[in-house]
């Protein structure tokens, strides 16, 4: 982003014009959100450096709406920018208070670090910023919350806890990050009409962070389309290797997902005793009674033939005794989707056995679950680790989260596509099975690995962000999730 700026500096774009654009841009979209007549009373946080001056130029467009504006200056001293928008706001009668005189404000915009900040934040302006945090005003921070690392997304020091985050020009990796999603709030890009050969200049036209665009994903992926003429085996047949005695749930959610996304055909195997609890859940499916263990796991696969099905998905609700199905099934070149105990067998074995597969290999770890597969980068940064990852098994890599990041194989750097749309609602035991079983029935009808790490990830988050609306947060359990998934594209589509 400096280097982008400083090109559009260089090619005669003034910096006050451009402060002006964006300030301009930033009231906008302000107004919109937060009207003069539920928001009179503003009070704006000043730095030092342009993002104070943007801060600054919006309370003077505020002021002019017949707002309540009052100013605090964080540090004394300003770039020349910044002065001089900061003398004409106080020309127009805005006052400069202190903190605490702004404690009875309807709206706080932080105004006080944009992006670049390195050194932790203290004394005074950590003080400012806790008290900040403790009151119970919105607060909307423009690029990025005050004291948030740029780049790793990490309070130095401490950081403002944003309701609402305007991120400028580009979007920043730190907003993207799991450290970062308790202070941005809700995220929106500001765009100020950065040229495309500028920015193609500095990140190039194959650069290795992405953000996922929710609704494009959903347009240009969902529904599957299929041949007029087609047959269940020609729209993919399915292999689910789940379920213990401890854990029949996970093996039904993961059915229920990838029954969600029309593949043609699905079969189960269970452990036999679980065999006539699937059979009344999923009349439909072809389930496959196993021989098991004491423990009530699969012991081993029956003859099957491996080479009928497009997909397998191994390990929800397996259990550790299954160990040894995991490991013929890592052996095998069919496309492959590992999930809980499969990953937790596949980190008891050693990721090097993944680097050999023909087959595409699909991995959907928790951040706990990946510093088992991988504990060697468990004190690396979250993407550089999921990056590192992908680069020594060759696998595409899911690492669920509040922002959700799927890395997959691409040249000499993998590329990482991050979700940025989610909701606590899928903190619960169950969803991730229910994801297993969407990407395992993806891919069985012949979507990429990446694709379907991508999509099934959408989907599953914005069904549980359309349920929340209606149901709360508290009321999407997995099995609503799974019965949700359909009747949410259902309201999307057009038809």
């Known amino acids: 982003m400096q280097a982008i700026e400083k090109l559009i500096f260089q090619a005669g774009m003034p910096v006050a014009a451009l402060m002006e654009k964006v300030a301009l841009r930033i009231t906008a979209r302000l107004s919109e959100l937060y009207p003069a007549q539920d928001y009179p009373r503003i009070g704006v946080l000043v730095g030092s450096g342009h993002n104070g001056g943007d801060a600054l130029v919006v309370a003077r467009e505020l002021h002019h709406q017949g707002r309540q504006v009052k100013i605090h200056q964080v540090l004394p001293k300003s770039k020349p920018l910044t002065r001089v928008h900061g003398c004409y706001a106080k020309s127009l009668g805005i006052p400069f208070v202190e903190l605490d005189d702004l404690a009875d404000c309807d709206l706080i915009i932080d105004g006080i670090f944009g992006f670049g900040l390195e050194r932790d934040i203290t004394g005074e302006i950590a003080i400012a910023i806790d008290t900040i945090n403790h009151w119970s005003i919105p607060v909307l921070s423009i690029d990025v919350p005050s004291g948030l690392h740029t780049d790793r997304g990490v309070a130095m020091g401490t950081a403002i806890g944003a309701t609402h985050t305007f991120c400028l020009g580009l979007w920043k990796r730190g907003l993207l ?43 240009s992926h969902l529904p599957l389309k299929r041949p007029v003429t087609a047959h269940k085996y020609e729209v993919g047949h399915l292999l689910l290797v789940v379920g213990s005695a401890q854990y029949a749930g996970a093996a039904l959610l993961a059915a229920m997902g990838a029954k969600a996304t029309g593949v043609g055909m699905v079969s189960i195997a269970v452990p036999y005793s679980l065999k006539s609890l699937l059979l009344v859940q999923m009349p439909d499916a072809l389930v496959i009674g196993c021989p098991e263990t004491a423990s009530g796991a699969i012991a081993n696969l029956p003859d099957l033939d491996l080479e009928k099905y497009q997909a397998i998905v191994c390990g929800c609700g397996l259990s550790l005794d299954a160990a040894p199905v995991v490991e013929q099934l890592v052996h095998g070149d069919r496309h492959l989707v590992l999930d809980a105990d499969g990953l937790n067998a596949v980190a008891a074995m050693g990721v090097e056995h993944l680097q050999s597969r023909t087959g595409a290999t699909v991995l959907t770890p928790h951040w706990g679950e990946f510093c088992r597969l991988f504990p060697y980068l468990r004190a690396v940064e979250r993407l550089e680790a999921l990056q590192t990852a992908v680069s020594q098994t060759n696998a595409t890599i899911l690492l669920k989260g509040a922002k959700t990041a799927i890395a997959v194989p691409h040249r000499a ?27 395992g029935g993806l891919l069985a009808q012949g979507m990429t690995a990446s694709d379907t790490a991508i999509v099934g990830t959408v989907w599953q988050a914005q069904t549980a962000i359309w349920l929340a609306q209606q149901r709360t947060e508290m009321g999407v359990d997995p099995l609503t999730l799974a019965q949700g998934l359909l009747p949410f594209l259902m309201s999307k589509s057009p038809l």
């Open 177 to 219: 990050t799991e450290s970062a999603a308790s202070y941005v709030g809700k995220l929106e890009l500001i765009g100020f009409d950065i040229p495309a050969q500028t920015a193609l200049q500095v990140l190039g036209d194959d650069h290795s962070l992405w953000r996922i665009n929710p609704q494009q994903i959903l347009r």
């Open 413 to 439: 750097m993998p590329k990482i596509y991050i979700n940025p749309e989610s909701t606590p609602a899928l903190a619960r035991g169950g969803s991730g099975d229910v994801l297993a079983g969407m990407i």
